[in-house]
């Protein structure tokens, strides 16, 4: 049983930046992936991206591409979502997820099996 642990949440500016961390209580191997999804009130959970353990490749969905970024530290167990550039529609509960059924990259929350409790990302305009 992996568990997730989230932090760097907070409040922040529109403009400003953030950078949340998860630490796997597990060692992660092969190209199993890690993803970020992030859920609004009212709106179901979406995905944010996400990055696969052993290559580091990553994928974004649209609506944060080129302002978050996706990084692993492989010693730590860590993926890092930094995320600049931050608007008041990026506030949201942040979870990230971890999965051992299926490696590459997956952006379906279904996808993922082992999900963090969630960091509160809030962005002030």
């Known amino acids: 049983q992996v568990q997730l642990v989230e932090s760097g949440g907070g409040l922040v500016q529109a403009g400003g930046s953030l950078r949340l961390s998860c630490a796997a209580s597990?060692?992660?191997?092969?190209?199993?992936?890690m993803g970020w999804f992030r859920q609004a009130p009212g709106k179901a959970r979406e995905f944010v991206g996400t990055?696969?353990?052993?290559?580091?490749?990553?994928s974004y969905a649209d609506s944060v591409k080129g302002r978050f970024t996706i990084s692993r530290d492989v010693a730590k167990n860590t993926v890092y979502l930094q995320m600049n550039s931050l608007k008041f529609e990026d506030t949201a509960v942040y979870y990230c997820?971890?999965?051992?059924?299926?490696?590459?990259?997956?952006?379906?929350?279904?996808?993922?099996?082992?999900w963090g409790q969630g960091t509160q990302v809030t962005v002030s305009s």
């Open positions: 597990e060692r992660r191997f092969n190209d199993y992936p």
């Open positions: 990055i696969t353990w052993s290559r580091g490749i990553t």
């Open positions: 997820a971890a999965t051992i059924r299926a490696t590459g990259i997956l952006n379906r929350a279904s996808q993922y099996d082992y």
